[in-house]
C-alpha cells in the first residue's frame, strides 16, 4: 500500500510517499523561513497563500523522485490538526481533491501523532511500549504509548512550550529569526556556570512543565544588564537557558520512565532536535540501562513523512477513513487514545462533516499552538 502524506499545519509544506512493503519512498520540503524573517514570526495569512503556491510543484517533485504516478497511489493522508487553521485548510482540501480525482480514501492525521511515530523511521526503531517526550513549538507533553493509537497523557506544559519559550528568549537576545535554532548555536559558544537560571516544576512531584518563568528570568537578567548586551553575555545566558531546559525535559523524562516501569525513551519534535538535550537525555539513559530513540534529525521538524508513515501505520490497523472528498482540519485537538479508530465517536463526526468544516464539531474558533 502506498500512501502520499500531507503535511501543512504551518510554515513547511511537506509531502511523501510511503510504501508499506518498502518503506519511504521520497520526501520533499519547503520551508517559509524566508518568508516569515522580516516580520519576526509566522503570518498566518502569508503561510497558507505559500502552501497553495507550493503543493503542485512538490507533488509532482515527489511523484517523480518516489518513481511512481498519481495513479499508483493507494490512500491519501493529510494534517487535520492542531496548528494554523487557514494553513491547515490549504492541505486538507489539497488532499480531498485529490481523493475525489483519483477515488482513493484520504484519512486525517493527528500532526503530534505523527512527531509521536516518526522515530519509527528510523533504522533503530523502538518497540512498544515507551514513554514519549514530545517537546515543540506549541507543545510540550509526556505519554505513555502502548501502540498505534494508544496513548496516555502524563503532563503537558501548563503555559509556553519549551520550544514556543526557545523563540521568545532568543528575541529577548535580540537574535534572528528563527529564534530557538539561532539561541541553540549561540550556546555552544558560552560558558557553563555563569548564570544561575530556575529549573521550573522540577520538583513539582508531576509530569508537567512551566517555561514561561524560565523566559521571564533571562528578560529579568537582560533588564539588569543593560544595552547593550556583549556577545559574552548574550552567549553566556544562552547556555545557561538551554541547561534549564534540558535538565527539566531530561529529568521529567525519566522520572516518567520510573513511573511507568518502562525502560525506552522517544525524543520527538523540533527541541529534540537540540544537541545538549540528546547530550543529557543519552546521559542519564546510559547511567540508568535505558534506551532513548530519537526521528533522524530530517524529520524532527514538521514534515510530510511523519503523516504518510502514521497514516500508514493506522490503515493497517483498520482505521475508517471518511467518505471521499469529505475532509475537516482541527486547529486545536488533544492526542488522545483512540483518535480516528473505526467506529468511534471522533470517527464518526469526521466522516459526517461537510466539505470544508473547520472542524468535525463545528468550532470555528481557536488556534493550535503549530511547530516551529
Known amino acids: 500500500m502506498r500512501v502520499l502524506g500531507i503535511e501543512s499545519s504551518c510554515d513547511e ?22 518568508l516569515h524573517a522580516e516580520y519576526g514570526g509566522v503570518v498566518p495569512e502569508l503561510a497558507s497563500r505559500d502552501h497553495i503556491r507550493r503543493l503542485t510543484p512538490l507533488l509532482r517533485e515527489v511523484l517523480r523522485k518516489a518513481g511512481c504516478g498519481l495513479r499508483d497511489i493507494d490512500a491519501l493522508a493529510y494534517t487535520q490538526g492542531p496548528g494554523l487553521a487557514g494553513a491547515l485548510l490549504t492541505g486538507a482540501a489539497f488532499a480531498a481533491g485529490l481523493s475525489v480525482s483519483l ?43 502502548t ?87 548574550k552567549a553566556d545566558i544562552a547556555r545557561a537557558f538551554e541547561e534549564a531546559v534540558a535538565d527539566v525535559l531530561t529529568q521529567k523524562s525519566f522520572a516518567a520512565l520510573r513511573r511507568a516501569d518502562m525502560r525506552r525513551l522517544v525524543a520527538a519534535g523540533g527541541v529534540c532536535a537540540n544537541l545538549r538535550l540528546r547530550e543529557r537525555l543519552n546521559a542519564v539513559a546510559r547511567e540508568k540501562n535505558c534506551r532513548v530513540h530519537y526521528p533522524p534529525l530530517e524529520f524532527c521538524t514538521d514534515n510530510g513523512a511523519m503523516i504518510a508513515f502514521a497514516a500508514a501505520l493506522r490503515l493497517q490497523a483498520g482505521a475508517m477513513p471518511p467518505p471521499v472528498g469529505a475532509f475537516a482540519v482541527k486547529p486545536r485537538w488533544m492526542l488522545l487514545s483512540g483518535i480516528n479508530e473505526p467506529g468511534t465517536e471522533d470517527e464518526r463526526a469526521t466522516a459526517e462533516c461537510a466539505t470544508g468544516a473547520i472542524d468535525a464539531t463545528g468550532a470555528r474558533e481557536g488556534r493550535g499552538s503549530p511547530d516551529p
Request: hydrophobic fraction near 45%.
Open 103 to 145: 477515488n482513493k480514501p484520504a484519512l486525517p492525521v493527528h500532526h503530534l501523532e505523527g512527531h509521536l511515530l516518526s522515530p519509527l523511521l528510523a533504522a533503530d526503531a523502538p518497540e512498544f511500549p515507551f514513554v514519549a517526550l514530545l517537546a515543540s513549538g506549541g507543545h510540550t507533553q509526556l505519554m505513555t504509548v
Open 147 to 233: 501502540g498505534v493509537g494508544r496513548y496516555e497523557l502524563l503532563g503537558e506544559t501548563q503555559d509556553d512550550a519549551a520550544g514556543e519559550a526557545f523563540d521568545k528568549t532568543a528575541q529577548l537576545l535580540g537574535l534572528p529569526y528563527p529564534g530557538g535554532p539561532a539561541l541553540s548555536r549561540l550556546a555552544e559558544t558560552g560558558r557553563s556556570g555563569v548564570f544561575g537560571l530556575p529549573r521550573p516544576m522540577l520538583n513539582s512531584g508531576d509530569f508537567n512543565f512551566s517555561f514561561a518563568g524560565l523566559k521571564t528570568a533571562v528578560a529579568t537578567r537582560v533588564k539588569k544588564q543593560g544595552a547593550p548586551l556583549s556577545a559574552s553575555f
Open 13 to 34: 509544506t511537506g509531502l511523501a510517499v510511503y510504501d508499506t512493503a518498502r518503506g519511504l519512498l521520497a520526501h520533499v520540503l519547503h520551508s517559509q523561513i524566508a
